[in-house]
Protein backbone atom coordinates (compact mmCIF):
# COMPACT_ATOMS: atom_id res chain seq x y z
CA UNK A 1 0.00 0.00 0.00
CA UNK A 2 0.88 3.70 -0.70
CA UNK A 3 1.43 5.83 1.96
CA UNK A 4 2.12 9.51 2.74
CA UNK A 5 3.89 11.33 6.25
CA UNK A 6 3.96 14.73 6.82
CA UNK A 7 5.93 14.61 10.49
CA UNK A 8 5.29 17.90 11.01
CA UNK A 9 1.91 19.31 12.02
CA UNK A 10 2.64 23.16 12.48
CA UNK A 11 5.88 24.83 11.12
CA UNK A 12 6.69 28.73 11.78
CA UNK A 13 8.56 30.62 9.61
CA UNK A 14 9.68 34.43 9.58
CA UNK A 15 8.76 36.47 6.57
CA UNK A 16 11.87 36.37 3.63
CA UNK A 17 13.64 33.43 5.46
CA UNK A 18 13.21 29.85 3.65
CA UNK A 19 11.63 26.94 4.43
CA UNK A 20 11.82 22.97 4.55
CA UNK A 21 8.68 20.93 4.67
CA UNK A 22 9.05 17.34 5.23
CA UNK A 23 7.30 14.83 3.11
CA UNK A 24 8.60 11.05 3.42
CA UNK A 25 6.64 7.98 1.37
CA UNK A 26 6.10 4.37 1.07
CA UNK A 27 5.92 2.59 -2.44
CA UNK A 28 7.09 -0.23 -4.07
CA UNK A 29 6.04 0.69 -7.79
CA UNK A 30 9.49 2.13 -9.62
CA UNK A 31 7.17 4.85 -11.43
CA UNK A 32 4.81 7.41 -8.99
CA UNK A 33 4.48 10.88 -8.98
CA UNK A 34 4.84 13.59 -6.22
CA UNK A 35 2.96 16.36 -5.79
CA UNK A 36 2.32 19.63 -3.08
CA UNK A 37 -0.41 21.35 -3.15
CA UNK A 38 -1.44 24.15 -1.05
CA UNK A 39 -4.41 25.19 1.10
CA UNK A 40 -5.23 28.63 1.98
CA UNK A 41 -7.82 29.36 5.17
CA UNK A 42 -10.59 29.66 1.96
CA UNK A 43 -10.43 25.91 1.50
CA UNK A 44 -9.12 25.36 -2.04
CA UNK A 45 -6.46 22.93 -3.43
CA UNK A 46 -3.88 24.54 -5.02
CA UNK A 47 -0.97 22.83 -7.10
CA UNK A 48 2.11 24.00 -6.44
CA UNK A 49 5.00 21.08 -7.87
CA UNK A 50 5.60 18.06 -9.08
CA UNK A 51 8.36 15.94 -9.31
CA UNK A 52 8.39 12.36 -11.54
CA UNK A 53 10.27 9.21 -9.85
CA UNK A 54 12.37 8.87 -13.26
CA UNK A 55 12.84 12.85 -13.01
CA UNK A 56 16.64 13.47 -12.75
CA UNK A 57 16.89 16.71 -11.31
CA UNK A 58 15.29 18.42 -8.65
CA UNK A 59 11.46 20.30 -9.58
CA UNK A 60 11.77 24.09 -9.48
CA UNK A 61 8.61 26.40 -9.93
CA UNK A 62 9.94 29.50 -9.10
CA UNK A 63 9.85 29.89 -4.80
CA UNK A 64 9.12 25.69 -4.65
CA UNK A 65 11.63 23.94 -5.35
CA UNK A 66 11.42 19.83 -4.15
CA UNK A 67 14.09 17.95 -3.21
CA UNK A 68 13.64 15.04 -3.55
CA UNK A 69 15.93 12.04 -2.34
CA UNK A 70 14.88 8.97 -4.03
CA UNK A 71 16.60 6.46 -2.38
CA UNK A 72 15.26 8.12 1.36
CA UNK A 73 12.35 8.39 -0.29
CA UNK A 74 11.68 12.30 0.88
CA UNK A 75 9.75 15.05 -1.14
CA UNK A 76 10.88 17.83 0.61
CA UNK A 77 9.00 20.92 -0.42
CA UNK A 78 11.34 24.17 0.24
CA UNK A 79 10.37 27.60 0.27
CA UNK A 80 12.82 30.46 -0.20
CA UNK A 81 11.92 33.55 0.70
CA UNK A 82 8.34 33.32 2.60
CA UNK A 83 5.96 35.53 1.92
CA UNK A 84 2.51 36.44 4.38
CA UNK A 85 0.21 34.88 1.48
CA UNK A 86 2.12 31.58 1.54
CA UNK A 87 0.36 31.12 5.48
CA UNK A 88 -1.93 27.35 4.69
CA UNK A 89 -2.15 23.86 4.78
CA UNK A 90 0.41 22.10 2.36
CA UNK A 91 -0.14 18.88 1.50
CA UNK A 92 2.51 16.54 0.06
CA UNK A 93 0.40 13.48 -1.98
CA UNK A 94 1.58 10.78 -4.13
CA UNK A 95 -0.34 9.20 -7.66
CA UNK A 96 1.20 5.83 -8.84
CA UNK A 97 -0.27 3.86 -11.86
CA UNK A 98 -2.11 1.04 -10.59
CA UNK A 99 -5.57 1.47 -11.70
CA UNK A 100 -6.16 4.98 -13.03
CA UNK A 101 -3.68 6.71 -10.51
CA UNK A 102 -5.61 8.45 -7.53
CA UNK A 103 -3.67 10.39 -5.13
CA UNK A 104 -2.71 9.55 -2.02
CA UNK A 105 -2.39 12.80 0.08
CA UNK A 106 -0.10 13.24 3.74
CA UNK A 107 -1.90 14.60 6.93
CA UNK A 108 -0.60 18.02 5.73
CA UNK A 109 2.10 20.84 7.24
CA UNK A 110 0.12 24.26 8.85
CA UNK A 111 3.04 26.99 7.67
CA UNK A 112 2.42 30.43 9.66
CA UNK A 113 4.78 33.26 7.88
CA UNK A 114 5.07 35.87 10.66
CA UNK A 115 6.01 39.35 9.73
CA UNK B 1 -6.01 29.66 -17.39
CA UNK B 2 -8.70 27.25 -17.39
CA UNK B 3 -9.79 25.96 -14.17
CA UNK B 4 -12.30 23.53 -12.11
CA UNK B 5 -15.08 24.97 -11.21
CA UNK B 6 -17.68 23.39 -8.77
CA UNK B 7 -21.06 24.77 -7.89
CA UNK B 8 -22.74 25.22 -5.03
CA UNK B 9 -19.55 26.61 -2.75
CA UNK B 10 -21.73 25.96 0.19
CA UNK B 11 -24.31 23.09 0.97
CA UNK B 12 -26.81 22.73 3.88
CA UNK B 13 -28.94 19.87 4.00
CA UNK B 14 -30.89 17.41 6.29
CA UNK B 15 -29.94 14.24 7.34
CA UNK B 16 -31.59 11.66 4.87
CA UNK B 17 -31.90 14.13 1.62
CA UNK B 18 -30.25 13.88 -1.53
CA UNK B 19 -27.48 16.07 -2.52
CA UNK B 20 -26.02 16.49 -5.79
CA UNK B 21 -22.32 18.39 -6.04
CA UNK B 22 -21.20 19.68 -9.36
CA UNK B 23 -18.29 20.10 -11.17
CA UNK B 24 -17.31 21.35 -14.48
CA UNK B 25 -13.87 20.15 -15.12
CA UNK B 26 -11.38 21.47 -17.41
CA UNK B 27 -12.35 21.18 -21.21
CA UNK B 28 -9.63 18.61 -22.45
CA UNK B 29 -9.01 16.58 -19.14
CA UNK B 30 -10.89 12.79 -19.79
CA UNK B 31 -10.14 11.71 -16.28
CA UNK B 32 -12.25 13.09 -13.84
CA UNK B 33 -12.19 12.27 -9.65
CA UNK B 34 -14.01 13.14 -6.74
CA UNK B 35 -12.21 13.34 -3.15
CA UNK B 36 -13.47 14.43 0.31
CA UNK B 37 -11.69 16.00 3.41
CA UNK B 38 -13.45 16.02 6.76
CA UNK B 39 -12.53 19.57 8.84
CA UNK B 40 -9.20 19.19 10.00
CA UNK B 41 -8.09 15.93 8.06
CA UNK B 42 -6.61 14.91 5.07
CA UNK B 43 -7.99 14.35 1.62
CA UNK B 44 -9.59 11.69 0.66
CA UNK B 45 -10.06 9.88 -2.87
CA UNK B 46 -13.58 8.54 -3.35
CA UNK B 47 -13.84 7.29 -7.16
CA UNK B 48 -11.87 7.70 -10.57
CA UNK B 49 -14.07 8.15 -13.86
CA UNK B 50 -12.75 7.65 -17.12
CA UNK B 51 -14.56 7.34 -20.65
CA UNK B 52 -18.04 7.58 -19.02
CA UNK B 53 -17.67 4.39 -16.42
CA UNK B 54 -16.22 4.90 -13.39
CA UNK B 55 -12.48 3.11 -13.32
CA UNK B 56 -11.71 3.19 -9.79
CA UNK B 57 -12.90 3.68 -5.61
CA UNK B 58 -12.48 3.63 -2.75
CA UNK B 59 -14.22 1.88 0.52
CA UNK B 60 -15.69 5.05 1.32
CA UNK B 61 -17.92 5.67 -2.20
CA UNK B 62 -20.17 2.95 -0.79
CA UNK B 63 -23.74 2.22 -2.38
CA UNK B 64 -25.02 5.97 -1.46
CA UNK B 65 -22.61 7.43 -3.75
CA UNK B 66 -22.92 7.93 -7.23
CA UNK B 67 -21.51 10.30 -10.01
CA UNK B 68 -22.40 11.19 -13.35
CA UNK B 69 -21.45 12.84 -16.35
CA UNK B 70 -24.63 13.72 -18.07
CA UNK B 71 -23.32 16.02 -20.86
CA UNK B 72 -20.21 16.91 -22.13
CA UNK B 73 -19.19 19.41 -20.16
CA UNK B 74 -21.12 18.48 -16.07
CA UNK B 75 -19.53 15.82 -13.72
CA UNK B 76 -21.47 15.67 -10.27
CA UNK B 77 -21.53 13.47 -6.94
CA UNK B 78 -24.76 12.24 -5.69
CA UNK B 79 -25.22 11.38 -2.48
CA UNK B 80 -28.91 9.16 -1.83
CA UNK B 81 -29.35 9.10 1.57
CA UNK B 82 -26.83 11.88 3.65
CA UNK B 83 -26.05 11.36 7.12
CA UNK B 84 -24.52 13.42 9.71
CA UNK B 85 -20.75 11.79 8.84
CA UNK B 86 -20.70 12.80 5.40
CA UNK B 87 -20.11 16.87 6.67
CA UNK B 88 -17.32 17.60 5.03
CA UNK B 89 -15.31 20.10 1.80
CA UNK B 90 -16.04 18.23 -1.51
CA UNK B 91 -13.10 18.28 -4.19
CA UNK B 92 -13.68 17.47 -7.75
CA UNK B 93 -10.32 17.48 -9.64
CA UNK B 94 -9.70 16.32 -13.53
CA UNK B 95 -6.31 15.36 -15.34
CA UNK B 96 -5.35 15.25 -19.07
CA UNK B 97 -4.42 11.84 -18.79
CA UNK B 98 -4.21 9.11 -16.28
CA UNK B 99 -0.87 8.30 -15.76
CA UNK B 100 1.28 8.32 -12.39
CA UNK B 101 3.00 11.15 -13.66
CA UNK B 102 -0.22 13.66 -14.42
CA UNK B 103 -1.27 16.83 -12.18
CA UNK B 104 -4.50 16.83 -11.27
CA UNK B 105 -6.17 19.91 -10.84
CA UNK B 106 -8.70 20.64 -7.92
CA UNK B 107 -12.01 22.51 -8.13
CA UNK B 108 -12.41 25.22 -5.17
CA UNK B 109 -14.68 22.22 -3.23
CA UNK B 110 -17.88 22.62 -2.23
CA UNK B 111 -18.31 22.33 1.67
CA UNK B 112 -21.45 20.19 3.10
CA UNK B 113 -23.19 20.14 5.81
CA UNK B 114 -25.62 17.81 6.80
CA UNK B 115 -27.61 18.13 9.95
Known amino acids: AQKITQTQPGMFVQEKEAVTLDCTYD???????LFWYKQPSSGEMIFLIY??????QNATEGRYSLNFQKARKSANLVISASQLGDSAMYFC????????????FGKGTMLLVSP | EPEVTQTPSHQVTQMGQEVILRCVPISNHLYFYWYRQILGQKVEFLVSFYNNEISEKSEIFDDQFSVERPDGSNFTLKIRSTKLEDSAMYFC?????????????FGPGTRLLVL
Open chain 1, 93 to 104: AMRHPSGYSTLT
Open chain 2, 93 to 105: ASSEGGGGQETQY
Open chain 1, 51 to 56: QGSYDQ
Open chain 1, 27 to 33: TSDPSYG
